[in-house]
T-cell receptor, first 116, second 114 residues
Framework: DAGVIQSPRHEVTEMGQEVTLRCKPISGHDYLFWYRQTMMRGLELLIYFNNNVPIDDSGMPEDRFSAKMPNASFSTLKIQPSEPRDSAVYFC??????????????FGPGTRLTVL | AQSVTQLGSHVSVSEGALVLLRCNYSSSVPPYLFWYVQYPNQGLQLLLKYTSAATLVKGINGFEAEFKKSETSFHLTKPSAHMSDAAEYFCAVSRGGATNKLIFGTGTLLAVQP
């Protein structure tokens, strides 16, 4: 199993540019999560999907952030326009609901975003 | 609402010493509890999880955690620290049911001194 795949691993862009982060969850998983990690704010849940449908986007910081999941094997997180304060490591995670409650999440390696 | 509190954002131990990382939870329903580890420049990796089958849970790399309902705690321990254990450790709680959402603590950075 390849695990959760994220691309790119590193992204450097200039303020005002559009940034798109990509995630491929583990095959068969029905939940997908997007997190952001910074030194100041720690690990924050941005949004999560169940069966490709957004369930809770209350963690999305602003309208500049949007996420989609067009099918079970692909999701994107887009920032438009990007700002320096968006610099962070963005993680994607997926999980499978076995119905038992102990459903761990599997994390990808993250995308380190730097906005200049 | 569910939450976890990790006491100590930084913990330093000597190689070979006991590792104890503290986690207290708050939950109105029987919780599912998890410990994750994050090595530098990597994603989070599951160490172990509590599912009510046993109060003492053994995980990878020699770590274990004990669920104590009376103390609402789920502390992580390892008898003898190794240099490779230096990482950040996160405690998390889930209410289970129809959501796979986890509530993470703020993390504890473990340093291991030679």
């Amino acid at each position: 199993d390849a695990g959760v795949i994220q691309s790119p691993r590193h992204e450097v862009t200039e303020m005002g540019q559009e940034v798109t982060l990509r995630c491929k969850p583990i095959s068969g998983h029905d939940y997908l999560f997007w997190y952001r990690q910074t030194m100041m704010r720690g690990l924050e849940l941005l949004i999560y999907f169940n069966n490709n449908v957004p369930i809770d986007d209350s963690g999305m910081p602003e309208d500049r952030f949007s996420a989609k999941m067009p099918n079970a094997s692909f999701s994107t997180l887009k920032i438009q326009p990007s700002e320096p304060r968006d610099s962070a490591v963005y993680f994607c995670a997926s999980s499978f609901n076995r119905g038992t409650g102990d459903n761990e999440q599997f994390f990808g390696p993250g995308t380190r975003l730097t906005v200049l | 609402a569910q939450s976890v509190t990790q006491l100590g954002s930084h913990v330093s131990v000597s190689e070979g010493a006991l590792v104890l990382l503290r986690c207290n939870y708050s939950s109105s329903v029987p919780p599912y509890l998890f410990w994750y580890v994050q090595y530098p420049n990597q994603g989070l990796q599951l160490l172990l999880k509590y599912t009510s089958a046993a109060t003492l849970v053994k995980g990878i790399n020699g770590f274990e955690a004990e669920f104590k309902k009376s103390e609402t705690s789920f502390h992580l321990t390892k008898p003898s620290a190794h240099m490779s254990d230096a990482a950040e450790y996160f405690c998390a709680v889930s209410r289970g049911g129809a959501t796979n959402k986890l509530i993470f603590g703020t993390g504890t950075l473990l340093a291991v001194q030679p």
